[in-house]
Protein backbone atom coordinates (compact mmCIF):
# COMPACT_ATOMS: atom_id res chain seq x y z
CA UNK A 1 0.00 0.00 0.00
CA UNK A 2 2.67 2.57 0.73
CA UNK A 3 4.74 1.73 -2.85
CA UNK A 4 1.28 2.19 -4.36
CA UNK A 5 0.91 6.03 -2.49
CA UNK A 6 4.58 6.61 -2.87
CA UNK A 7 4.23 5.93 -6.94
CA UNK A 8 0.96 7.66 -7.20
CA UNK A 9 3.01 11.06 -5.30
CA UNK A 10 6.30 10.55 -7.66
CA UNK A 11 3.64 10.19 -11.01
CA UNK A 12 1.39 13.39 -9.32
CA UNK A 13 5.04 15.36 -9.04
CA UNK A 14 6.22 14.67 -12.34
CA UNK A 15 2.75 15.38 -13.95
CA UNK A 16 3.03 19.24 -12.30
CA UNK A 17 5.74 19.77 -14.17
CA UNK A 18 4.09 19.35 -17.70
CA UNK A 19 1.93 22.23 -17.59
CA UNK A 20 2.84 24.95 -20.28
CA UNK A 21 1.71 28.83 -19.93
CA UNK A 22 1.75 30.80 -22.97
CA UNK A 23 0.59 34.71 -22.74
CA UNK A 24 -2.13 35.65 -25.23
CA UNK A 25 -2.25 39.14 -26.09
CA UNK A 26 -4.83 39.37 -29.17
CA UNK A 27 -7.83 40.47 -28.53
CA UNK A 28 -10.74 39.77 -31.14
CA UNK A 29 -11.92 42.70 -32.86
CA UNK A 30 -15.62 42.19 -33.99
CA UNK A 31 -16.62 44.14 -37.13
CA UNK A 32 -20.26 44.23 -37.35
CA UNK A 33 -22.50 43.36 -35.07
CA UNK A 34 -26.41 43.99 -34.52
CA UNK A 35 -26.92 46.18 -31.51
CA UNK A 36 -28.07 44.90 -28.73
CA UNK A 37 -29.86 46.19 -25.77
CA UNK A 38 -28.16 45.63 -22.90
CA UNK A 39 -28.14 47.83 -19.30
CA UNK A 40 -25.05 50.51 -18.96
CA UNK A 41 -23.95 52.41 -15.98
CA UNK A 42 -22.82 55.80 -16.90
CA UNK A 43 -21.95 58.06 -14.46
CA UNK A 44 -22.56 61.92 -15.56
CA UNK A 45 -20.09 64.51 -13.43
CA UNK A 46 -22.04 67.68 -12.69
CA UNK A 47 -18.75 70.21 -13.71
CA UNK A 48 -16.46 69.95 -16.67
CA UNK A 49 -13.13 67.53 -15.84
CA UNK A 50 -9.79 69.70 -15.46
CA UNK A 51 -7.69 71.20 -18.33
CA UNK A 52 -5.97 67.82 -20.39
CA UNK A 53 -3.89 66.09 -17.97
CA UNK A 54 -0.38 66.52 -18.64
CA UNK A 55 1.85 63.89 -19.29
CA UNK A 56 5.01 63.05 -21.83
CA UNK A 57 3.66 60.81 -24.15
CA UNK A 58 6.61 58.31 -24.80
CA UNK A 59 8.23 57.62 -27.69
CA UNK A 60 7.01 55.64 -30.70
CA UNK A 61 7.17 51.90 -30.07
CA UNK A 62 5.99 49.84 -33.34
CA UNK A 63 2.49 47.90 -33.29
CA UNK A 64 1.34 49.87 -30.34
CA UNK A 65 -0.72 53.42 -30.11
CA UNK A 66 -0.44 55.50 -26.81
CA UNK A 67 -3.77 56.31 -25.13
CA UNK A 68 -3.44 59.41 -23.49
CA UNK A 69 -4.28 59.99 -19.94
CA UNK A 70 -7.84 61.36 -18.54
CA UNK A 71 -9.89 62.22 -16.24
CA UNK A 72 -12.58 59.96 -14.14
CA UNK A 73 -14.86 60.97 -12.30
CA UNK A 74 -15.44 59.25 -8.53
CA UNK A 75 -18.76 60.44 -8.01
CA UNK A 76 -16.87 63.68 -5.80
CA UNK A 77 -13.73 64.41 -7.77
CA UNK A 78 -11.82 63.60 -10.88
CA UNK A 79 -9.20 61.27 -10.49
CA UNK A 80 -6.04 61.57 -12.98
CA UNK A 81 -5.93 57.99 -14.91
CA UNK A 82 -2.73 57.50 -16.54
CA UNK A 83 -2.24 56.33 -20.30
CA UNK A 84 -1.33 53.23 -21.78
CA UNK A 85 -0.14 51.25 -24.77
CA UNK A 86 -3.09 49.90 -27.34
CA UNK A 87 -1.58 47.27 -29.59
CA UNK A 88 -2.57 48.58 -32.71
CA UNK A 89 -5.40 46.88 -35.17
CA UNK A 90 -4.89 47.18 -38.45
CA UNK A 91 -7.67 48.91 -40.39
CA UNK A 92 -8.90 50.70 -37.42
CA UNK A 93 -7.77 54.30 -35.45
CA UNK A 94 -7.96 54.83 -31.68
CA UNK A 95 -10.20 57.45 -30.66
CA UNK A 96 -8.54 58.49 -27.31
CA UNK A 97 -11.19 58.78 -24.26
CA UNK A 98 -13.11 62.57 -24.00
CA UNK A 99 -15.86 64.40 -22.33
CA UNK A 100 -18.78 66.04 -24.01
CA UNK A 101 -21.42 68.25 -22.88
CA UNK A 102 -24.40 67.13 -22.48
CA UNK A 103 -27.91 68.98 -21.06
CA UNK A 104 -27.55 66.77 -18.04
CA UNK A 105 -23.69 67.23 -17.48
CA UNK A 106 -20.34 66.20 -18.66
CA UNK A 107 -20.26 62.25 -19.94
CA UNK A 108 -16.68 60.58 -20.50
CA UNK A 109 -16.35 58.53 -24.13
CA UNK A 110 -14.05 56.08 -23.16
CA UNK A 111 -10.80 55.10 -25.68
CA UNK A 112 -12.08 52.97 -28.62
CA UNK A 113 -11.14 51.52 -32.03
CA UNK A 114 -12.93 52.72 -34.79
CA UNK A 115 -13.44 51.02 -38.24
CA UNK A 116 -11.39 53.16 -40.89
Given amino acids: MQI ?35 EVVEVIAPQPPPERIVEVEPARRPGYVWARGYWRWTGREYVAMPGHWEVERPGYHYVHPHYEHRNDGWHLNVGVWVNG
Avoid at 26 to 32: F, G, L
Fill in 4 to 38: RIAALAALTMLASGCVEERVVHDRPVVVERPIVRR
